[in-house]
């Protein structure tokens, strides 16, 4: 025999030799012990229990025993009970005639292939008393009440803590039914089904209304479970007690505290809508008398003061929507548009605007386009695009007493269809302490309490920046220094535009000639909007007829159908809603209505449509504004106002078309309706999924991900994605650098497709 064959069953000998003196030494702890093999065969057992199985040592193990699992005896085999080792377990002799149980737990043996059951303690070790008692000392110790009932949940135990939860004594309490002394109504018919529960031998947690013995409400946390005596029978219930009553009433001042904030948010929001109402109603009437001003012969002094009157006119709404802005972002409300623009005339439009405010404190403002690879029409929302440039420039202005303000622009990258803008805000101001820029992008966040007085501000700007940036998918990001100037940059991505776009669409001559000989109802409490609206339609060659309520329009309107209505909201008598759906009660929907309205919040937007009304006017309009707007209504065509601010229009054309999936449903409507909704609900979580495997680097995943979406976007004619889907397909080809473009661009052309394709849905 070999060396190595020799060695490994001396090895083995010993092992077994080593577990047999263990046994021995266990045997002077332990009444009975037995050995079972990975077989489930008890091949070795003390020579006690060896008499109670015959004198022989059973081929199986479950022949042999139940064993107590989750209160169930069962038939358990040896891999059945590895799970079981180190936990408490109670085996009956089988058969249960016999009445021999035993109560204990396995262990591993020394060869790792063998499991050893040690169980009945013998005395003077420690008892199954003595280590009951020191559980309940630690939950005492814990301020745990513990509470003993049987079978008819009357109470056996209740230890000090219980006591002291309830306010009364331990005689008090021992032999009395818990669920009718302690607890009443409801509270009482919970304890009775907790009772049947723990007879199926079933635990749980629950919470419940108590009375102390001094009457006062107290809330317990209960987690009961079924209790056993030491042969396995199901002899009541044991519970143990927290007392939970300041918690709930601190959940309670939560819920208060909710609601109270849920309830002052209406109130805000409704405070909100009435202030843009009071305050736009005036300024209508100062803007509009101020354009038609500007109309006439004025000499230059005028001309210089009319100028101003329109300049503060702009800052006195600049702020209003501010305010209103944040309002809308805040409530999830505020919607970007996606329409073409030049990004150049944009900055160029900033510069005149923002040249005499800079001028005016001996300050140079300068522009620098890069339009190197810029496409010249471009994709998206130009009016927060504006908004975004007009706050910077004018805080660089507002906190610069010498020097210059920089604007730049350039095209960082390219991807695809996507171009992403870098612009530049830069001046040689008084700069910031790096300690405050960390909270700079925060509400009403000033550098110091005076800056509202000295320089003026509400210190929203910036965080308006951040929250439209954060819409636009863009970035931000701000370096400066105290005495030096700050420099402000950011980052969004739009899309390329069709160069045809941009001159689609009637001129303004075109639009305005609708309006000769318009049949025009102005309906509006108010004598000063009703003369400046009047006023430009008569300019423009329409009829007028004025109502000052809504009654006397609907009486107006029947008496002679006029070709369009101009509807003002908030009047006494009856409002413009009323009538409005009066008049489409009385006469249908031939007659377009648009509203004048000085509420800007989107929930007001859709009640005005609900109403029967086909668009709507702000105030305070301009002129081209009320042209588009009743030109379009009276097309047929949607409305401009309407889109620009909270249904954006999108080039379908250029992101996505149905022709083919309308093949594939040949006419079936519902089920191409269907298809939508399906891509509506799985897209989202499908982006998701490959930003996640993106982070964790699970370049497979990304793959996989992006094959079950190219059929699907194939069918919806996405072409915009035709090649990029196909890259993060093969995302282990790429760099992760290459990859991060290429999910960022897939990103946003399809949450633009999103956005677009919820106005195909039926």
Not at 152 to 168: H, K, P, R, T, V
Not at 370 to 377: D, H, R, T
Not at 668 to 688: A, G, V
């Amino acid at each position: 025999m070999p060396d190595s064959e020799n060695q490994s069953n001396s090895n083995s000998a010993q092992k077994d030799h080593s577990l047999v003196i263990g046994l021995q030494q266990l045997g002077s702890i332990f009444s009975h012990y037995f050995v079972l093999n990975q077989d489930g065969k008890i091949i070795q057992a003390d020579p006690s229990l060896t008499a109670m199985l015959g004198g022989t040592l059973p081929q199986d193990f479950r022949n042999c025993f139940n064993v107590l699992v989750q209160s169930e005896l069962k038939s358990l085999h040896f891999w059945q009970l590895v799970s079981q080792v180190g936990k408490p377990v109670f085996l009956q002799l089988i058969p249960e005639k016999l009445g021999i149980n035993l109560e204990g737990h396995f262990i591993s043996a020394a060869k790792g292939h063998e499991l050893v059951f040690l169980g009945g303690q013998k005395k003077g070790e420690i008892t199954t008393d003595f280590k009951e008692q020191k559980y309940r000392r630690i939950l005492a110790n814990m301020h745990l009440g513990i509470l003993e009932v049987d079978l008819e949940d009357n109470i056996l135990y209740a230890n000090q803590s219980f006591c002291d939860m309830s306010g009364y004594e331990e005689a008090e309490l021992l032999g009395k039914n818990a669920g009718q002394f302690l607890l009443s109504g409801s509270s009482s018919r919970i304890i009775r089904s907790k009772s049947r529960l723990r007879k199926a031998g079933i635990s749980d947690a629950y919470e419940i209304e108590v009375k102390d013995r001094k009457g006062t409400g107290r809330y317990w946390l209960v987690s009961g479970a079924p209790n056993y005596n030491n042969k396995g029978v199901h002899i009541g219930s044991i519970g143990i007690h927290l007392d939970i009553t300041d918690q709930k009433k601190l959940e309670s001042e939560l819920i208060s505290a909710r609601e109270l904030a849920e309830a002052s948010a209406r109130v805000k929001e409704d405070f909100l809508m009435n202030m843009s109402h009071e305050i736009r109603t005036p300024m209508h009437v100062i803007t509009g008398m101020s354009e038609l001003l500007g109309k006439t012969h004025l000499q230059e002094q005028q001309r210089f003061y009319l100028g101003n009157i329109r300049h503060a006119a702009d800052n006195m709404l600049a702020l209003m929507n501010d305010i209103l802005d944040l309002s809308k972002m805040e409530a999830g409300k505020l919607n970007l548009e996606n329409i073409p623009f030049e990004v150049r005339k944009v900055l160029q439009r900033m510069e005149n605007v923002m040249q005499h405010k800079a001028e005016e404190k001996g300050l140079g403002l300068f522009l620098a386009i890069n339009s190197s690879g810029i496409a010249p029409v471009l994709m998206g929302d130009s009016h927060r695009l504006n908004q975004i440039l007009y706050n910077l420039i004018s805080n660089a202005i507002k906190f610069t007493e010498r020097g210059e303000i920089r604007v730049t622009c350039r095209l960082e990258k390219e991807l695809g269809q996507l171009q992403v803008l870098e612009f530049s805000v830069a001046d040689t101001g008084v700069g910031m302490d790096k300690s405050f820029l960390g909270s700079l992008f925060e509400k009403f966040s000033q550098e110091h309490q005076s800056t509202s007085r000295t320089a003026g501000g509400t210190g929203l700007g910036m965080n308006i920046c951040k929250e439209l940036l954060d819409l636009m998918g863009g970035e931000i990001e701000v370096k400066s220094e105290k005495g030096k100037g700050t420099a402000v940059t950011f980052r969004i991505p739009f899309l390329k535009g069709d160069v045809a776009i941009q001159t689609v669409g009637r001129q303004w001559g075109e639009e305005s000639a609708v309006f000769k000989g318009l049949r025009v109802l102005l309906v509006d409490d108010n004598e000063l909007n009703r003369l400046v609206a009047s006023t430009l339609l008569e300019n423009l060659g329409a009829i007028i007829e004025e109502a000052e309520n809504g009654e006397e329009a609907v009486n107006k309107f029947l008496l002679e159908t006029p070709d369009l209505v101009l509807m003002d909201i908030r009047m006494a008598v009856m409002d413009g809603l009323e009538a409005s759906r009066e008049i489409r009660r009385r006469a249908g929907n031939s007659v377009p209505i648009i509203a004048l309205t000085a509420h800007a919040m989107k929930s007001e937007i859709d009640k005005f449509m609900e109403a029967g009304m086909n668009a709507y006017l702000p105030k305070p309009f301009r002129e081209e504004q009320l042209v588009s707007v009743v030109s379009a209504c009276l097309a047929g065509r949607s409305s401009p106002a309407i889109e620009s601010e909270f249904e954006p229009a999108t080039s379908n054309a250029a992101l996505w078309d149905l022709e083919k999936l309308r093949e594939l449903c040949r006419g079936n409507e519902e089920f191409l309706q269907k298809m939508l909704r399906l891509f509506l609900e799985q897209t989202p979580l499908r982006i998701k999924d490959m930003q996640k495997a993106f982070a964790d680097k699970n370049w497979k995943t990304v793959s996989d991900t992006a094959h079950k979406m190219k059929p699907s976007l194939d069918n919806l004619g996405i072409n915009a994605l035709r090649e990029t889907v196909r890259n993060l397909e093969k995302a282990t080809e790429f760099t992760p650098e290459k990859n991060k473009d290429h999910l960022a661009y897939f990103k946003i052309i399809l949450e633009k497709v999103l956005e677009d394709l919820k106005g195909s849905l039926k």
